[in-house]
T-cell receptor, first 117, second 115 residues
Framework: GAGVSQSPSNKVTEKGKDVELRCDPISGHTALYWYRQSLGQGLEFLIYFQGNSAPDKSGLPSDRFSAERTGGSVSTLTIQRTQQEDSAVYLC???????????????FGEGSRLTVL | AQSVTQLDSQVPVFEEAPVELRCNYSSSVSVYLFWYVQYPNQGLQLLLKYLSGSTLVESINGFEAEFNKSQTSFHLRKPSVHISDTAEYFCAVSDHPYNFNKFYFGSGTKLNVKP
């Protein structure tokens, strides 16, 4: 597709279950980001990928959170043993490679809304 | 690390009135500044950015923002708003030139334009 695609758009799960959130970035975008948007909060940085490697995963809130990216394209964010405080909208964004031509624009998906009961 | 403050969580305004959405950031080192907009039921999209050069930057739909280094601000303005400007606006800062591996976002300002 032309834009960043995220799935599922909505996920309701029970506390303690594992969830996987998927992001399909714009073709050719080597950088991929995950952010979390909680009610009334700004966007919280989680992790950034350059290609398949994650040079910055400093924003992952706990070891229950992990992410991977394969083939320099699709990324999956996994949350194990979900807690109620994990409820939020998880946003994925992609951008071009870091060169002088990169104007720094992030292209966002519409997000995956996670509700943990 | 940077922090970004958007003091106004909601701004109600009547159509055709002027508006200013405030954004302040924490550090005065070299920064790269952005405003993103999120229309209802859509993803965030870039509205305008400051990377270097003129401190006044404009968007295609009439918004402008001015980089003020001494006040560490990047306020967003529009002289006359339309109903279609109703959206949530996020200010963002990066302190890495051409290495935007980490953006710091504010908490957002919901602009509600009333007829």
């Amino acid at each position: 597709g032309a834009g960043v695609s995220q799935s599922p758009s909505n996920k309701v799960t029970e506390k303690g279950k594992d969830v996987e959130l998927r992001c399909d970035p714009i073709s050719g975008h080597t950088a991929l980001y995950w952010y979390r948007q909680s009610l009334g909060q700004g966007l919280e940085f989680l992790i950034y990928f350059q290609g398949n490697s994650a040079p910055d995963k400093s924003g992952l809130p706990s070891d229950r959170f992990s992410a991977e990216r394969t083939g320099g394209s699709v990324s999956t964010l996994t949350i194990q043993r979900t807690q109620q405080e994990d409820s939020a909208v998880y946003l994925c964004a992609s951008s071009l490679a870091f060169t002088g031509a990169n104007t720094g624009e992030l292209f966002f998906g519409e997000g995956s809304r996670l509700t943990v009961l | 690390a940077q922090s970004v403050t958007q003091l106004d969580s909601q701004v109600p305004v009547f159509e055709e009135a002027p508006v200013e959405l405030r954004c302040n950031y924490s550090s005065s080192v070299s920064v790269y500044l952005f405003w993103y907009v999120q229309y209802p039921n859509q993803g965030l999209q870039l509205l305008l950015k400051y990377l270097s050069g003129s401190t006044l930057v404009e968007s295609i739909n009439g918004f402008e923002a001015e980089f003020n280094k001494s006040q560490t601000s990047f306020h967003l303005r529009k002289p006359s708003v339309h109903i279609s400007d109703t959206a949530e606006y996020f200010c963002a800062v990066s302190d890495h030139p051409y290495n935007f591996n980490k953006f710091y976002f504010g908490s957002g300002t919901k602009l509600n334009v009333k007829p």
